[in-house]
C-alpha cells in the first residue's frame, strides 16, 4: 500500500485499511455496512446511534433493541452509544459489548436539538468534565477498545476539541474521531481540517480518525497527508455509494483511479441492500420500507434528465412492490 495507507490498530484490533463507515442514523445498520463491506476498501464500520437512556425503560428498550443488528460476517463492528450519564453509559456499553460489539464508540458529536440539549452528543462538548466521566467510566466498563467522536467544538467561540482529546487520553481511549466541523453547523459550510491536525499534534499517542467532507480519494489522501491523521471516517459520501472506500483504497494504493459504476451496477449493489435488509432487519416491514425509500434513493437509478425511479420510490408500500421495481433494472 502507499505511504498513506497504514492498518489501523485500536487495543488488539486490526484492519487493513484505515478507512471508517461513520455512524448515520437510519443508515448504517446491518444491510448497509455489509454491502459496503463487500464492495471493499472498508477497515472498520459502525453501528447506528444506540441511546442509552432508551435501555432503561421497558417503553423504548424494544425499538433501541430492532439497532441490535450486527452479526459475526462482517466482522468486528463498533457501535455507537450517545447519552449524558455515566452509571447509564456504562451500562449500555456492558450490553452492547454482550451483544458482541468489538469496539464501543462514544458519541459527541450529535447536533441534534433533542440529543444535544439533553446535555449528550454535541452537548458534551460544552461539558468537559462530565465528557471525562463518561468516557472513564465505559472504558471501566467493558475490555473492548472504547473510541470517542467529537466535532470541533459546539461553536467557533468555544474549540474544545483539544482539551476533551486531552481528556479521552487519559481515560485510555483507543481513538479518537474528529468531525472538523461545529456543533452549530450541523453539516453546513466548509469542514476545517485544522481541527483534526491540532489533536493530532495535542495527542500523540493516540490515533486520531479525521472526518469531514471526504467524498473522493483525492480528499482521502489530502486529509492523510494534510492533518497527520491515522484514518478517514467517510459517512454521507458512502450512501448510494458504498464502493467509495474501494475506490478510495485502490487508487491511494496503486494511483489509478478506479471507474463509477454504470448504471446497472448501481442498481444490482441498490437490489442487493434491499434484500439484505429486508431479510435481517428486526423492524416491522412497513417501517423497513420507509427506511429503505430513503436509502435507495441515493443511488441515483434515473437516467439523466428523468426522475422516473425516484418518484417510483417514494411511493413503494410493500417488499414486493419494491423487488419489482429494482429487479428489471439490475438486469439489463
Known sequence: MGPVLRPLRLGALTWKTPLLLAPMAGHTN??????????????????????????????????????????????PVAVQIFGAEPEEMADAARKVVQAGAAVVDVNMGCWVPKVARQGSGAGLLR??????????????????????????????????AVEIAHLAAACGVA????????????????????????????????PVIGNGDVTSPTDARRMLVETGCAGVMIGRAALGSPWIFRQVEHELRTGDPLPEPERTERAKVALQHAQRLLATTRMPAKRAIRELRGQLLHYALDLPGQTCMRDALVRVDTPEELMALLTPLAQD
Not at 454491502?35 to 421497558?58: D, H, K, N, W
Not at 472504547?146 to 470541533?152: D, E, F, Q
Not at 474521531?177 to 493516540?206: K, L, N, Y
Request: hydrophobic residues 45%; proline residues 4%.
Open 127 to 160: 461539558d468537559p468534565e462530565r465528557a471525562a466521566e463518561i468516557l472513564q467510566a465505559v472504558v471501566e466498563a467493558v475490555e473492548v477498545p472504547v473510541t470517542a467522536k467529537l466535532r470541533s467544538g459546539w461553536d467557533a467561540g468555544s474549540d474544545s
Open 30 to 75: 446491518h444491510a448497509f455496512r455489509l454491502v459496503c463491506r463487500e464492495q471493499g476498501g472498508l477497515g472498520l464500520a459502525c453501528s447506528e446511534l444506540v441511546s442509552a437512556r432508551a435501555l432503561q425503560f421497558l417503553s423504548s428498550r424494544s425499538r433501541t433493541l430492532d439497532l441490535f443488528d450486527w452479526r459475526p460476517e462482517e466482522g
Open 175 to 206: 481513538a479518537v474521531t474528529v468531525h472538523a466541523r461545529h456543533a452549530v453547523q450541523g453539516f453546513s459550510g466548509a469542514a476545517d481540517w485544522r481541527a483534526i491536525t491540532e489533536v493530532v499534534r495535542a495527542v500523540p499517542e493516540v
